[in-house]
């Protein structure tokens, strides 16, 4: 049975140096592939125009640079978000989302197929998890949006945000990887600054992460200011609670000298009175926080709502007044059902 192939997006440039070392090849030509594959995106060997063509065969041998499926394409005429959905080589799904604001352009990457963690207001882990990406899936949805606004004559994407399908945290190495690559001068040189990671508190990998002194934003979804109610909302909340969550979050403001960015979707008569702004505020009084307030956006499934206009001005005011930073997020997709919560994995065919 032949060795499966290497997919050249999996490496690194010191992994592409080593490479060129075994094979007694000319140092000089790793950064030209390494920019070749990351920067530009490219899936066929031939457009690799200043590489000998015996270098292209030898590499083709043993490496493969294809690239993913772009199966449905939805825009919304509401607000010009556009969801992708994309297929890798064994037919299973993610979707990303692009969202185009007045200073920046953001991808909304998904970092595996499905979720795990089941949060009850949440589309993506109902429909079940699959497997974790591997780093060249990850970048590959990057490349390919970058591809469709290079053929619209668009602005490419500035900014990365981690908050797609699946817990990023829980494909720790593989992440960790990808924000290398995509922060290379050689490759899309996204700044680290321009990133953000969301997770649903996986306190281990949370301290793992504040000592790669990495300067992105690390946003925590909270969703619940007390245990009994963020247990209902998010079962990951068994096994680390608050408590360790707020520890955790404590050593990374440390580490990093940087704010955390606490997610918190507001949902009807569930988690936006003002019994529950007043826990949050004690909770997060004095750490150098941000509190993002995310309107419920409707899930399938479900029986939550969406709260009052009102409601969600009321709860940031009680914060503001406490001294808490907080922001409304500003609502990019929903109508595609590409909102924050709303994306889910499908089977093929559907």
Same mark, same amino acid.
């Given at each position: 049975?032949? $060795?499966? #192939?290497?997919? +050249?997006?999996?490496? !690194?440039?010191?992994?592409? @140096? %080593?490479?060129?070392? &075994?094979?007694?090849?000319?140092?000089?030509?790793?950064?030209?592939?390494?920019?070749?594959?990351?920067?530009?995106?490219?899936?066929?060997?031939?457009?690799?125009?200043?590489?000998?063509?015996?270098?292209?065969?030898?590499?083709?041998?043993?490496?493969?640079?294809?690239?993913?499926?772009?199966?449905?394409?939805?825009?919304?005429?509401?607000?010009? $978000?556009? #969801?992708?959905? +994309?297929?890798?080589? !064994?037919?299973?799904?993610? @979707? %990303?989302?692009?969202? &185009?604001?007045?200073?920046?352009?953001?991808?909304?990457?998904?970092?595996?197929?499905?979720?795990?963690?089941?949060?009850?207001?949440?589309?993506?882990?109902?429909?079940?998890?699959?497997?974790?990406?591997?780093?060249?899936?990850?970048?590959?949805?990057?490349?390919?949006?970058?591809?469709?606004?290079?053929?619209?004559?668009?602005?490419?994407?500035?900014?990365?945000?981690?908050?797609?399908?699946?817990?990023?945290?829980?494909?720790?190495? %593989?992440?960790?990887?990808?924000?290398?690559?995509?922060?290379?001068?050689?490759?899309?040189?996204?700044?680290?600054?321009?990133?953000?990671?969301?997770?649903?508190?996986?306190?281990?990998?949370?301290?793992?992460?504040?000592?790669?002194?990495?300067?992105?934003?690390?946003?925590?979804?909270?969703?619940?200011?007390?245990?009994?109610?963020?247990?209902?909302?998010?079962?990951?909340?068994?096994?680390?609670?608050?408590?360790?969550?707020?520890?955790?979050?404590?050593?990374?403001?440390?580490?990093?000298?940087?704010?955390?960015?606490?997610?918190?979707?507001?949902?009807?008569?569930?988690?936006?009175?003002?019994?529950?702004?007043?826990?949050?505020?004690?909770?997060?009084?004095?750490?150098?926080?941000?509190?993002?307030?995310?309107?419920?956006?409707?899930?399938?499934?479900?029986?939550?709502?969406?709260?009052?206009?009102?409601?969600?001005?009321?709860?940031?005011?009680?914060?503001?007044?406490?001294?808490?930073?907080?922001?409304?997020?500003?609502?990019?997709?929903?109508?595609?059902?590409?909102?924050?919560?709303?994306?889910?994995?499908?089977?093929?065919?559907?």
């Amino acid at each position: 049975m032949p $060795t499966e #192939k290497i997919h +050249l997006r999996d490496l !690194d440039l010191t992994d592409i @140096e %080593t490479i060129m070392n &075994d094979k007694k090849l000319p140092l000089f030509r790793s950064k030209q592939l390494f920019q070749w594959i990351q920067q530009k995106g490219v899936t066929d060997w031939d457009e690799m125009v200043n590489l000998p063509i015996s270098l292209r065969r030898e590499l083709g041998r043993s490496f493969k640079i294809n690239g993913l499926s772009v199966i449905k394409k939805e825009r919304s005429e509401k607000d010009g $978000t556009v #969801k992708y959905l +994309l297929a890798f080589h !064994d037919g299973q799904t993610v @979707e %990303t989302v692009l969202m &185009d604001y007045q200073d920046r352009k953001t991808i909304c990457i998904s970092t595996q197929v499905g979720c795990p963690l089941a949060c009850a207001f949440c589309a993506t882990g109902k429909s079940g998890y699959k497997r974790n990406l591997k780093v060249h899936e990850i970048l590959d949805q990057i490349l390919v949006v970058n591809q469709d606004l290079l053929q619209q004559k668009k602005e490419l994407i500035t900014n990365a945000v981690f908050m797609g399908m699946g817990e990023p945290l829980l494909n720790y190495q %593989t992440l960790l990887k990808s924000l290398h690559i995509l922060n290379h001068p050689l490759g899309l040189n996204i700044s680290f600054r321009k990133m953000s990671v969301s997770t649903s508190g996986i306190v281990p990998e949370i301290y793992r992460l504040a000592k790669e002194k990495i300067p992105l934003v690390l946003a925590i979804s909270l969703h619940a200011p007390n245990n009994h109610l963020r247990s209902q909302l998010m079962p990951i909340n068994h096994k680390y609670s608050i408590e360790e969550l707020i520890k955790a979050s404590k050593f990374w403001i440390k580490e990093t000298g940087r704010r955390i960015t606490f997610e918190y979707i507001l949902i009807k008569k569930v988690n936006d009175g003002l019994k529950e702004a007043k826990e949050l505020a004690s909770l997060l009084k004095g750490l150098l926080v941000n509190v993002n307030l995310i309107p419920f956006n409707p899930v399938e499934g479900t029986s939550f709502k969406k709260p009052s206009l009102n409601g969600v001005y009321r709860f940031q005011q009680y914060l503001l007044e406490r001294g808490i930073a907080v922001t409304i997020r500003e609502e990019k997709g929903s109508g595609i059902a590409g909102a924050c919560g709303q994306l889910r994995r499908q089977e093929m065919g559907n």
